[in-house]
Antibody, heavy 118, light 111 residues
Framework: QVEIIQSGAEVKKPGASVKVSCKASGFTFTAYYLHWVRQAPGGGLEWVGWINPHTGGSNYSQNFQGRLTMTRDTSITTAYLELNGLRSDDTAIYFCARDWNDGAFDVWGQGTMVSVSS | QSALTQPASVSGSPGQSITISCTGTSSDIATSYYVSWYQQHPGKAPKLIIF???KRPSGVSTRFSGSKSGNTASLTISGLQAEDGADYYC???????????FGTGTRVTVL
């Protein structure tokens, strides 16, 4: 079936980096953009960025000021989000979602909790 | 690009109808064909319930409907049921350097 499975929870110290994976299955990986959305504890949803798995092209929210890199490995239908220079306010659940139709995110991963604390 | 504005909470009794508003600007909702709504239960990933302002994905109840007027989009839930108690988020494409924006979220309570 169509699904997205993400990597497990991470605990990092301020200034460190984290890499979260997003494994897609049940659909053509290169046919849909993948977006990352994050949600701070008790907070709302925040759009992080997208990657085009076909070309590798990406677009990030400027709120991350160059700390963000999105990549993919088509051979294993997996996308990655890497965030550098972690701060305490990066603590959040990071979701990967399929863009089915111009911003309609119809398939979501289970989320990856990233905790940043000294 | 600021978050779209939603009421923090809306409540209703079973069987009633409720409407959640989502207010943006001329850079997003007012000029976007791509407004979506998501339902999120605690501890779960969001679920798409409305896309392209008014369309429902296959399998989503017809009790959910979307509309837009000017810079405000709305989600109406008719025949409110206990399982509709959840958080709801709108989203829109934008013409700014941040291509998508979410709303602040609305908690729906079924009394």
């Amino acid at each position: 079936q169509v699904e997205i499975i993400q990597s497990g929870a991470e605990v990092k110290k301020p200034g460190a980096s984290v890499k979260v994976s997003c494994k897609a299955s049940g659909f053509t990986f290169t046919a849909y953009y993948l977006h990352w959305v994050r949600q701070a504890p008790g907070g709302g949803l925040e759009w992080v960025g997208w990657i085009n798995p076909h070309t590798g092209g990406s677009n990030y929210s400027q709120n991350f000021q160059g700390r963000l890199t999105m990549t993919r490995d088509t051979s294993i239908t997996t996308a990655y989000l890497e965030l550098n220079g972690l701060r305490s306010d990066d603590t959040a659940i990071y979701f990967c979602a399929r863009d089915w139709n111009d911003g309609a995110f119809d398939v979501w991963g289970q989320g990856t909790m990233v905790s940043v604390s000294s | 690009q600021s978050a779209l504005t939603q009421p923090a909470s809306v409540s209703g009794s079973p069987g009633q109808s409720i409407t959640i508003s989502c207010t943006g600007t001329s850079s997003d909702i007012a000029t976007s064909y791509y407004v979506s709504w998501y339902q999120q239960h605690p501890g779960k990933a969001p679920k798409l319930i409305i896309f392209d302002v008014t369309k429902r994905p296959s399998g989503v109840s017809t009790r959910f409907s979307g509309s837009k007027s000017g810079n405000t989009a709305s989600l109406t839930i008719s025949g409110l049921q206990a399982e509709d108690g959840a958080d709801y988020y709108c989203s829109s494409s934008t013409s700014t350097n941040i291509p998508y924006v979410f709303g602040t979220g609305t908690r729906v309570t079924v009394l």
